[in-house]
């Protein structure tokens, strides 16, 4: 059974930086891409960044190409996102999902079956 556990959100203010963990288990790691999502106050869930199971492909939706940058470390089972220069509107809940395929980085929710219970991070203004 895979399993995605998420850590590193927080309380911030506008400008800061947060770093987010997710630590992978059940499954070899490294044959599979990761992602990052995101759900704010009243919003739909959306795409932030995926990165591919090798780290050599990675994508990012257009409101945080810049300051986030996705990585993993495929020894450690773990994947990260760097936040700089958070905005309030930057606040959600952050997920980290997985596929079932490995196929580059996917930004398509509806291509990843496995999910964290998420880690909130709120930046204020």
């Known amino acids: 059974q895979v399993q995605l556990v998420e850590s590193g959100g927080g309380l911030v203010h506008s400008g800061a930086s947060l770093k987010l963990s997710c630590f992978s288990s059940?499954?070899?790691?490294?044959?599979?891409?990761m992602g990052w999502f995101r759900q704010g106050p009243r919003k739909d869930r959306e795409f932030v960044a995926a990165?591919?199971?090798?780290?050599?492909?990675?994508s990012y939706a257009r409101f945080v190409k810049g300051r986030f940058v996705i990585s993993r470390d495929n020894g450690k089972n773990a994947t990260y996102l760097q936040m700089n220069s958070l905005k309030p509107e930057d606040t959600a809940v952050y997920y980290c999902?997985?596929?079932?395929?490995?196929?580059?980085?996917?930004?398509?929710?509806?291509?990843?079956?496995?999910w964290g219970q998420g880690t909130e991070v709120t930046v204020s203004s």
């Open positions: 059940g499954r070899t790691f490294s044959k599979y891409p």
């Open positions: 990165i591919s199971s090798s780290g050599g492909s990675t």
């Open positions: 999902a997985t596929p079932s395929l490995d196929f580059g980085a996917p930004v398509d929710a509806r291509e990843y079956s496995y």
